[in-house]
């Protein structure tokens, strides 16, 4: 062997292997290297603690009276119905982007296991929106209560209500997550959007026209209803799941969107 070869097979060999906390570094980086992310998320921070505070404002003195047939906690996180959108647009994009550019292609050069490029998007994603989901839950309810005081119908930040502020930012975490699942499977931007909002927005109330108890099953199921009592102190719908209960389906069902993302990322080519 000559001695080229061997420092040429030595470099090879000495070359720095990328680790996991790298390959997090790297997705960190990534989704905070566009303008789009941080559109995004301040517009997930501006809808949901500005319209909590707002519909608290326009609502409290109804809530307040006699003719009010709804609880003040079905509003203190209601900010968080809108902006559950820009989680999913988070999640979509921290996946579909790079295969619009072209970027996937490097990512699995540099980290040839895809399942560490998978599960290091899953924790940066998940992370971003359950901090971010519980400071603005947080914030809504500082701005929503305040108008709700006024009425003497102010809610203590505990039990329920405080489950209702992280639980707002779990919830968010997991639509995030089987955001990214999705764009994994579909590859674009506009689809993999169009059905996570689809299935949350318009075929979870869809559903509810099926006729009899399995109407009622899938409607309680459906990944937009399964954990609408973990963000709401009071839910709008009685018939919903239990906090924990629902939160454990919708688990479930990212869960699997999870697993079928994560064997067609190793079975097919980017």
């Given at each position: 062997m000559s001695?080229?070869?061997?420092?040429?097979?030595?470099?090879?060999?000495?070359?720095?292997?990328?680790?996991?906390?790298?390959?997090?570094?790297?997705?960190?980086?990534?989704?905070?290297?566009?303008?789009?992310?941080?559109?995004?998320?301040?517009?997930?921070?501006?809808?949901?603690?500005?319209l909590t505070?707002?519909?608290?404002?326009?609502?409290?003195e109804w809530l307040a009276s006699s003719e009010a047939d709804e609880s003040a906690g079905s509003f203190i996180t209601w900010g968080?119905?809108?902006?559950?959108?820009?989680?999913?647009?988070?999640?979509?994009?921290a996946v579909t982007s790079e295969y619009g550019t072209g970027m996937i292609r490097t990512s699995?050069?540099?980290?040839?296991?895809?399942?560490?490029?998978?599960?290091?998007?899953?924790?940066?994603?998940?992370?971003?929106?359950?901090?971010?989901?519980?400071?603005?839950?947080?914030?809504?309810?500082?701005?929503?209560n305040h108008f709700l005081d006024r009425e003497g119908i102010g809610l203590s930040?505990?039990?329920?209500?405080?489950?209702s502020m992280y639980g707002s930012g779990l919830y968010l975490a997991a639509l995030g997550l089987l955001?990214?699942?999705?764009?994994?499977?579909?590859?674009?931007?506009?689809?993999?959007?169009?059905?996570?909002?689809?299935?949350?927005?318009v075929i979870g109330n869809m559903v509810m026209l099926i006729p009899g108890e399995l109407g009622d099953v899938i409607t309680k199921v459906m990944p937009g209803n399964a954990a609408s009592s973990l963000v709401a102190p009071v839910s709008f719908n009685p018939d919903a799941l239990g906090a924990w209960t629902g939160f454990a389906v919708l688990l479930g069902e990212v869960g699997a969107l999870c697993a079928a993302a994560w064997w067609l990322l190793r079975e097919r080519d980017a």
């Open positions: 001695a080229q070869t061997l420092a040429g097979t030595l470099t090879r060999q000495d070359a720095p292997r990328a680790t996991f906390g790298h390959t997090l570094r790297a997705e960190w980086i990534k989704l905070w290297s566009v303008r789009s992310t941080w559109w995004t998320m301040t517009a997930l921070v501006v809808l949901g603690a500005g505070t707002l519909i608290c404002l326009g609502n409290a968080m119905m809108i902006a559950q959108v820009c989680a999913v647009i988070v999640g979509t994009l699995f050069a540099a980290v040839p296991h895809r399942g560490a490029v998978f599960l290091a998007k899953a924790l940066v994603v998940c992370g971003v929106l359950l901090v971010t989901g519980t400071a603005t839950a947080l914030l809504g309810y500082v701005g929503g930040l505990e039990g329920d209500v405080a489950r955001s990214m699942a999705v764009g994994f499977l579909v590859r674009h931007t506009a689809a993999a959007i169009s059905i996570v909002l689809a299935t949350v927005f």
